[in-house]
């Protein structure tokens, strides 16, 4: 699937997540629950072939793990999203793969984008996780112009 193919599937879940859950982005939830909305939507958008999943941390049976990239006290429950895990994922379950399509978002209020580009760089560069495509969005939050950007497809 090409980029071209993939921004069109994320442009149709992201309207459809507006029309939806726009109040989630009004009310500044958490990050979590707003990525978990967009996936749903993503779902629809992939299915039947590939899966989308939240937070996904396996590669087969093991953890998912970028070498030498470990930020400042991660932990599973973490609420402020800075694991290496993704924030949504659009793949094939299993080490095999494939794993198409890796996003991470950041809401509007939360200003720390350049630990996720990072972590997208690496989930795409890494030889075992290999992603095709890495996105990362901005979730405007609060009740003036709440909305989703696509800020960019990491190269």
């Not at 978990?36 to 939240?54: G, N």
Request: glycine share 6%; net charge negative; with cysteine.
């Amino acid at each position: 699937m090409n980029q071209k193919e993939i921004r069109q599937k994320l442009d149709g879940a992201i309207q459809q997540f507006m029309e939806h859950d726009l109040e989630l982005l009004s009310r500044d939830v958490n990050e979590r629950s707003i990525t978990h909305r967009l996936a749903m939507f993503l779902q629809d958008e992939f299915a039947p072939e590939w899966m989308v999943d939240c937070e996904f941390n396996r590669y087969g049976f093991d953890s998912k793990k970028v070498l030498d990239f470990y930020p400042h006290g991660t932990t599973t429950d973490d609420t402020e999203a800075r694991t290496v895990f993704p924030d949504i994922i659009v793949h094939k379950r299993g080490p095999e793969g494939p794993n198409l399509l890796v996003i991470e978002a950041k809401k509007s209020t939360n200003n720390d984008g350049g630990l996720d580009v990072e972590k997208l760089k690496r989930y795409k560069s890494s030889p075992h996780l290999h992603y095709e495509h890495a996105v990362f969005l901005v979730f405007r939050t609060g009740k003036d112009h709440p909305g989703v950007e696509v800020l960019q497809f990491i190269e």
